[in-house]
DNA sequence: TTGAAAGCGTTACCAC
DNA sequence: GTGGTAACGCTTTCAA
């Protein structure tokens, strides 16, 4: 680093309620009435409170005020995401950031690296830092800490996947649903030998759609041995691995199903490499960035994402809300509805069918 | 959202210090010295304390430590980014994020969207909830509110642009010299008519990169002009419009610089849309998701992103750490380099050379 | 080595 | 209408 001058103009220090009460010859419980819109204040009164308040360029420490207020938000929430720089994380995080914009509220992001010990160091971080409700993407590994955990007053929504040995609002993508329909698109033109590419096991959106790809397999009557799957790939070059390994095998498969974004980009380098982008049919789970660019264009199985986060945001105010208001409401699961996009590698027809 | 079943056990309630004190049958005091890890404590009662805070499961207020505390911080850093969904956001956000869980801060994230009034609004907010520290990328306009809206004792580091009217430590690219080498590369390969495709002038990378980019033509001696600028070019879909309109002039351009992510989609779909992508050379700035899987690989000056994030996080640190021990750093102006990524599309020479 | 009391900046309660 | 005074959960000061 180079130093390059001096610093700027000194900035404000601090300054309290006393200080303004006195400034505005008013008590300092005048004061707190003014900034908090509460009524029994003569409107002249509260007139040179105000120009106090303005000439001191006082802003009251809201640390402070809350240690007293039990009923008041401190209009913070955790967002606890896979990562914040994956695209669908992001798109989640931006949308959310939106909702709570406009309640004045700040977002806490973290990434967990799909790490469960991680989870649990976030999550007690956030508690710790007084957030209001809790909006997460668990990673793999049970949910039950949250009990001990969190209190018993801060909401938990949880976005993308289905927690374990907990209950709360879930909002998430209807993943089997989508893969039902990857798969049997890949069957109607006319692919019979299609192999499936996963991520882990343990990840609860990883085996929805393993689950939907073997069943709509099923409903075909595809016969099980011709059904490569490969679950456990975490990144794309393992990906790309797995998908040049398969394409070398003497039965290799005319389909492929990538069940995650990473996977699927691995699986388009795997072909590009052989050659075969225009012969090896893919349709991928997640939208993937310029997938429309390449060439033939990648069909997915595209997630709302945005929706996603809204609706888990919405979720999170109506909870806290209905809190303020004394109720308490029931846990909800929403299940978002999954886009077919078709680019064209998704409609290639097995090379020699019959 | 449909209803699932009742809510989960009961989670833990509010618990002060004065119980545990109680319970370890000491004074308040010994228990803050047992986890402030302060001297003066015999073992024994250490031990009866730290047994007293597991059974109860207390965790310190750290709003309400902060409150006396003066020169203790919440441990939280106020990021403030484009948009939390831009990749090369996202990069720098994951970067300051796995620098700042190593010393136990959390990071707020803002979007601005090229926003100033956004970007005062964000900065306040982050203010009241007394921040340590502010990571900024600037949106256009003058940063001189900085001085009366930020306390002095809350340092301030600028990422990817430089502010307006305050002085701060900034870490940014080269974005002179990268755009300089771009345009020196499309020259190299013998065109004379390069088009520059510019976001809003007002944002400084931007006006960096058009520098760069006449300057680089100016070395060469290409006439003024044969090199169509188009600048405030905000939307991918507006890049793609001047792209098309540039290429269908009578002497159109035979290479573009395309100044911005957004702005380098945008022309690969207008090449594309009239097949000339083989035909027209392109050198962006900023890198692009899956540049490689494109035909032509996109040839772009891709900036360290990861870097610039961990840099300005360091730098962070070590004004605060700096702060702790009474000393006071000079503003620093760390300047990181770009790297020419050639893919293709930028090695691409004029069709009728001459 | 320990703890009682004062104080941090604000809000809640209750008298004026 | 208004303003003391206690209280929030903790740290600091200082006396024991």
Chains 1, 2 share one sequence.
């Not at 938000?73 to 950031?97: C, K, M, Q, W, Y």
């Not at 993508?173 to 343990?202: E, K, W, Y």
């Not at 390994?245 to 691995?266: E, K, R």
């Amino acid at each position: 680093m180079t130093p390059v001058s001096d610093r700027p103009s000194a900035r404000r220090a601090r300054i309290t309620i006393r200080e303004v009460a006195r400034e505005a010859g008013v008590g300092i419980k005048t004061v707190s009435r003014v900034v908090n819109g509460e009524p029994n204040v003569a409107a002249a009164t509260a007139g040179r409170v105000r120009e106090a308040i303005e000439r001191l360029q006082w802003e009251p420490d809201a640390h402070a005020s809350n240690l007293r207020r039990t009923h008041t938000r401190t209009g913070t929430l955790g967002l606890l995401l896979g990562s914040v720089d994956n695209p669908f994380a992001a798109t989640i995080h931006r949308a959310i950031e939106d909702v709570a914009i406009h309640r004045d509220v700040a977002v806490f992001a973290s990434s967990l690296d799909e790490d469960p010990a991680r989870e649990v160091a976030a999550v007690e971080a956030f508690v710790r830092r007084k957030v209001d409700g809790l909006i997460l993407t668990c990673s793999a590994g049970s949910q039950s800490y949250l009990a001990e955990v969190v209190p018993p007053d801060v909401p938990i929504v949880f976005i993308d996947r289905k927690p374990s040995d907990f209950t709360a609002d879930t909002v998430r993508s209807d993943n089997l649903g989508g893969s039902v329909l990857a798969t049997r698109h890949l069957l109607a033109q006319g692919h019979r030998r299609i192999a499936g590419l996963f991520d882990r096991a343990a990840i609860w959106t990883s085996e929805q759609r393993r689950e939907g790809f073997l069943q709509a397999l099923d409903e075909y009557g595809a016969p099980a041995d011709a059904v490569p799957v490969v679950s456990d790939l975490t990144t794309s070059a393992a990906a790309e691995a797995a998908a040049l390994q398969l394409l070398a095998s003497p039965d290799a498969p005319t389909a492929i199903f990538s069940a995650q974004n990473l996977i699927t980009i691995g699986v388009v380098h795997a072909l590009r490499k052989l050659g075969r982008q225009h012969d090896v049919a893919v349709v991928g789970f997640d939208d993937v960035e310029l997938a429309d660019l390449i060439d033939p264009g990648i069909t997915v199985v595209a997630q709302r994402a945005a929706d996603m986060g809204r609706t888990a945001a919405d979720r999170m105010f109506e909870r806290l809300d209905a809190r303020g208001a004394g109720a308490d409401l029931p846990p909800a699961d929403c299940v978002l509805p999954v886009d077919l996009v078709c680019r064209g590698s998704g409609e290639l027809r097995p090379a020699h069918s019959g």
